[in-house]
């Protein structure tokens, strides 16, 4: 069993910025890939960035490019998503995934290569 607890949510201005953490624990050995999603209001889940636990390599969906940053501590047991010059697009609740896709990068952003959810944390976006 993997669980995965979300933290850092809140309420930010328009222009602003926000670090969430995934802090991960219990049997990770067959996970290979750690992710985060999204999802708004009304719509559905959204596959925000990946990280694979191998060697850290990263990936983005094309509109958080440049500014979100996934990353992994030093331990291995949290990960963390940046992100700066929010929009009110970037609101959302904000998921942490872990599993391992049945391809890199192609397939990363299926949700069904993913076998372990957080409970998310919501990220508003806001004037």
């Known amino acids: 069993q993997v669980r995965l607890v979300e933290s850092g949510g809140g309420l930010v201005q328009p222009g602003g910025s926000l670090s969430l953490s995934c802090e991960v624990s219990?049997?990770?050995?067959?996970?290979?890939?750690m992710a985060w999603f999204r999802q708004a209001a009304g719509q559905e889940r959204e596959y925000v960035a990946a990280?694979?636990?191998?060697?850290?390599?990263?990936w983005y969906t094309g509109s958080v490019k440049g500014r979100f940053r996934i990353s992994r501590d030093r331990a291995e047991n949290i990960v963390d998503l940046q992100m700066i010059n929010l929009g009110t697009d970037d609101t959302g609740v904000y998921y942490c995934?872990?599993?391992?896709?049945?391809?890199?990068?192609?397939?990363?952003?299926?949700?069904?290569?993913?076998?372990?959810w957080g409970q998310g944390t919501q990220v508003t976006v806001s004037s």
């Open positions: 995934a872990a599993g391992a896709p049945a391809g890199l990068p192609e397939r990363i952003w299926e949700e069904e290569g993913y076998d372990y």
């Open positions: 990280i694979r636990q191998r060697d850290g390599g990263t």
């Open positions: 219990g049997n990770t050995n067959s996970v290979r890939v």
